[in-house]
């Protein structure tokens, strides 16, 4: 949960309440292979506008043994939900795409 006032600078007089959180759970289905699911969730347009953001994700990781190195591949879906009119769930995603897929290689020291 976050609390948000803008000052007179921004131009901005209003204040706003936001909320988000994500949940996440991996599974080693060998040694150095892991199956991994997360869900993300984060109400963007403040508590006083409807419209929700929710974005599944599944993956693999695989644990490149004795150098602390981790492949990651992740497709995650962006969906938007609970708004009043179709422009605005076409406008609440910041230029995002639907469907994406990662592949990265993390370096953990």
Request: net charge negative; proline share 1%; aromatic share 16%.
């Amino acid at each position: 949960m976050m609390h948000i006032a803008f000052t007179d600078r921004q131009k901005i007089d209003d204040t706003f309440n936001y909320f988000g959180g994500y949940a996440q759970a991996g599974y080693f289905v060998a040694n150095q292979w892991q199956v991994a699911a997360r869900y993300d969730f984060m109400d963007r347009n403040a508590t006083s506008e409807d419209g929700i953001i929710n974005m599944p994700a599944f993956g693999f990781n695989y644990f490149i043994k004795d150098t602390n190195l981790k492949l990651q591949a992740m497709y995650q879906y962006m969906g938007r939900k609970g708004h009043k009119t179709q422009l605005d769930r076409d406008n609440d995603d910041l230029g995002h795409a639907t469907h994406s897929v990662t592949v990265m290689l993390q370096y953990a020291f």
